[in-house]
């Protein structure tokens, strides 16, 4: 339906999915840029904060709750992965750092799949943003209009942390230039856990407030994972700012082309992603340093 | 591993492939269990050269296995087309070609930038399969009604309906598709394979063109996911959708690493083990759905803990009973190499490559106004250079004088911002490192680029290969013993560089100073005219080092060198002119008496960090 | 994926015939000794030497149709315990059952296909191989379907169709080997289309959501076939693929379509999803909703969102005061599980109930007789009244049920959630046998 009307709403629901996007993208992008380790359970972690948000829902009933549960839950797994595997693997091939996340994620998977069977879980939004809203030009569910804003504060958050913090500094100098990084003294091992377990939040954190959205299966990590590839290569590996446009212009393909053809959105994406990788290798913000 | 007593491999396969029948169903294997593990470990073959051999890891060969898959289903299907075998083969090169498109936009990087395109790609093919193409894949509901091969002999029609009846046929599909297999690692090619996933850079240096063998890797897997693919179909009598998606990659990935990388059987055994578990944890057990978790937890540890997979777990623990008695033997038997030995053996200079332009007769090397910024840092500055054939020239400086950019600069491994680089009267200024090394020129690395997983001769043949076969060729089907000279270059770089006992140790176990020597027989594997050595001496004991440098004098006969060392009194008894470098410019040209009472450099050196001149 | 797994093992005589295969390079199955007549075809005689019959059954248990799937499993399961001990209700439909099929008891393996075509096709060929299973059956998508059509032909044993709506189940991706009860997208379209035209009026516009897959484009298809002939013409079709995890995209566009009313064909949880999303983009606000293929628990799934839906379907549970024979189900499922069956259950229990009737009337289990059996095409008793199937096509004419979506004021207990407006005899609905290019192949 190729109307006016139509492509403004397209647009605005392409900066909702976009949005999600990005969040979940910067977590991907500042632990590869700062730890050189692409998480590939980072679908999972997605999953993960939607499930453990469920379950504090079900049990206290506050959305609320659900949201800082799911969120400090996931940072906490992810913490622990960086601690007990991850650590062992850095000075392995990029291989293993490949195959031993990507067989944590189907652990991950699976298992909540044996807990929760594969069956969809659905969490309800807060009453707060329960209902329509009429936005004049479209009619928009409460609750996804009000994702757009606490996914929007969430990326806030994230920029203060990495622009304005000490550790943020160190993050992104690791991005820049790893070896200067080991050799100004700082305990690197620190601030990789601290990184892996803050992108695994925002991960966790975007699951939950997702849940909402969408009905909670196991598997439903594994699209967005590979969306994520698709907005972190767009934007260019390791860049904060990268997977914010990233996640943005992916989010309006899909949303746009959806106007024309639903079917061509993800084939329009990824023919993005293949037009980004001629023109410019290293994504449209991207630095030279990590490969 | 697997150069072993020639055809021992082959027989081995085809006597367990032809017992399986008989001995597998009272191991609870269904015939259909066995066929689908085959179409799985043929899957992996192709993958194994592209992951094991290669290096490279791809989690987008759903989008081969698919295409194959398809393309034959759909001629079988849909467009009336009789001949299975015809129409698996015509998917297998839809897939290979395929494949060499897709390869032409994925190897434009490596490592996790690689792994996210391919595991992109495969989603665009998921995609594309369902809309785009969904009149010719059936889109949600695949391609049902795949037939079953029959061959008809003339005399009788072999028709291979089912169960161990099919398995005759894929098992032969399987043969064939190891003997294959063996043979591509087993030729040059699968040498530089094997090369390239050591180290692609020192791949590259020796002159081999590492994106066309990467790219070979890459159709090859693609080509042998395209017939497996079309042979699903036939087994199941239907081409299913899921064929495309990611979990058809990923299940391949972890098959290959449970089972065992670089193995080529690794794949088999990992489908094995996920397909038994799968059955056995299941019905067995009763786990229903927890059996992939179990999967999930043992290919972790397996990860973490045996890196080679099961296939490698036994083969190191057959390794760690072997080395025992090896052990013992070389206690008595071999000694470690001797400082005479170099005199020993005197070896005859190994001639270099024929000259390209016999008639040219100036300076083998002229560089001028070579320049190399950084930003706002210049490394070096408008140097003008210039050396003569069969010239031994030494380069000295403090350190950061922008000695070893000036090396990168003259091998063409960086480009210089400004000026000129003419070898042997060509401009090579802009060219390829592996151009330049394949015209002739080439450098030993100041830090160590061995190929670490191979033995010491097998990494001078995969030097030697870049100078016999040129930057690329296809020969997939020639052995390494079928490449003229290979062996008596090897054997002679071997001799040169002092190595013949250490020929077959694996570069790990070489001691530095071997290592040294291998770095520089890497090099001179290559029979360059123009042979640039970056502190062939650093790190080596003064023992080490006189033994170098008779090493050096000896091959220094019918070939021009340029060496950077700091260690000036074993440099000035080895050359017949100096370059001095500072900040990045030439301080002066001169003979090493020259430079040894110039002022300039005294002040140089005294002013720099070291002051080694003054020993 | 399979639950009940029979003790596996390859027996002797596959083995020698392996062994003669491998030695002698002839692959031609070598024909067993036994003491019947009839050839052996598929897994006929060996599947029914013992004592037991087996069937292989493989219902979505996970993935979008899992909540359908699970009710259809409970039919078969049911009917099988009725076979078995020879129950009143399925001697109404076969009478010469007395217990099992032929005297054999029938044994069942389970597996999860989770509504994809792949998964349902490798538990079904294990079963064939590993259990010789005389018969499969497996459905809730239309895809898993026409796959095991083609299994079943392949492979020479019988295919008796769960839920599927697909106009090629039966048409061009029909076999000689599948047999299909249930209504699909031609007679829901026939049945349903006349009733919205009454309600809805000519000349309106519509707007459909449609799933990606075979039963999703024919349906779809029928339905604007049918209405165009009252002028109706379509706005948007939204062609999701199965499982889609958000439909927003999809209903932007019918919202700004404006269309008068949306036909949703989506199926199982995509069609909860997707009805529910359609309500928080205002679209029900917009337009009338339509289910032209009748999703089991939908009502109860969307909280009523189906109040005042139109719908076709193959059963619905209040008919009872009309059929007897649903009753009789009806007390008989809902004591053994709790709840009121749904069609699926019902579509599952009597496609069983005339197979055995078949095998009954055959006097055998060799496929190529029973297939014969049920193309005498004679009149059939079913939960809907008298049936039968048709020769050319495997096809079973029956009627189909127009529903219409209750308020919840008018609810009389829990599971009424619609009212049936009409019963359509099936003869009126069906497409001539040739019209979707029906083949169904050979019998051996």
Redesign the interface.
Known sequence: MISWPNLVSQLFNGLALGALLALISSGLTIIYGTLGVLNLAHGAMFMIGGYAGFVTYQYTESFLLAVIAGSLFVMLLGVAMERVIIRHFYHRPHEDQLLVTFGLGICFVELVRLVFSSQSQLVPPPALFQGITNLGFMFYPTYRLAVVGIVAVALGALFLVLYRTRLGMIVRAGIEDSVMVDSLGINVYRVFMVVFGIGAMAAGFAGIVNAPVVSLTPGIGDDILVQTFVVVVIGGVGSFPGAILGGLIAGEIISVTSMFNPGYAYVMLFAAMTLVLVVRPHGLLGVQGRE | MLKQRPFLIETLTAIGL?AA??VL??L?F????VN?ILVWGLFGLGFDIL?GFT?L?S?GQSAFYGTGGFVAAYLLTRAGFGNVLGALVIGMIAAAATGYLIGL?AL??????F???T???A??FF??E???L?DFTG????L??V??PSFNLGF?T????????L??FIALCYFIGVIIALTIVRSPVGAILSAIRDNPLRATAVGHNIHGYKLTAFVIAAAYAGFAGGLLGVL???M????FT?DTS?QL??QT?IGGRGTLFGPLVGATVWLFL??FL??ALGL???W??V???V??LL??FL?GGIIGGIADLYRLIAGKRRRTEAETGQEPPDVEDARQIPPAPMHAKEVAHPAYSGPILKATGLTKRYGGLVANSDIDFSVNQGELRGIIGPNGAGKSTFFKMLTCEIAPTSGRIVFEGRDITGLKVTEVCQLGLTKSYQVNQLFTGLTVRQNLTIAALAELRGKFRLDLFRTLSGVKGLTEQVEHTLALVNLNRRADTPVAELAYGEKRRLEIGLALATSPRLLLLDEPLAGMSPRERVETVKLLKSIARGRTMIIIDHDMDSLFELVERVTVLQEGKVLLHGTPEEIRTNAAVQEAYLGGVHGEIAA | MTDNLIRRGLSRRSLLQTTAGLIGGSVLPAMPAFAEDKPAIGTYPAGVSGSTAFIGISVPRTGTYAVQGEDELKGYQLAIEHINSGHDLIKKISPKTSKGVLGKELKFGVADSAAKPNEAVQAQQRFISENKAIMITGGTSSAVAVALNKLAQREHVLFVCGISGSNDTTGKDCVRYGFRQNFFGQTAAAAIGPVMVREFGKNKKAAYLTPDYTYGHTVTKSMQDFLATAGWTTVTNQVAPLGAPDYSSYLLNVANSGADVLINVNWGHDAVLSTQQAKQFGVLDKMKLVVPYQVPFIARETGGLMQGVYAATDYWWTIEDKFPLAKMFNEAFEKKYGYKPEWGAENAYVSFAHWARMCEEAGSFSPPDVIKAYEKGETLPSLVGDVHYRPEDHQCVRPVIIVKGKQQKDMKNKEDWYDVVEIVPGEGLMQKPDAFGCHPGDYS
């Not at chain 2, 072999?158 to 009846?165: A, D, I, P, V």
């Open positions: 032809t029948p008989f169903p009272h609870g269904a015939p259909n269990t689908r992951f290096g890891l989690f936009i434009r990087r490596t490592g996790i930038y792994a996210m395109i595991v992109a790609i989603e665009v995609f594309v369902f809309n785009p969904s889109g949600e509901n695949g049902p009604g037939p079953t009788t072999l028709h291979f309906t089912n169960g161990w009846s398995y005759q199941q009598a239907f299913p959708p899921d064929a990611f990923g990935v972890m690493a799968q059955d299941q019905s229903g759905a927890a992939k978790l999967l999930g937890v290919f972790v990860v973490c890196r």
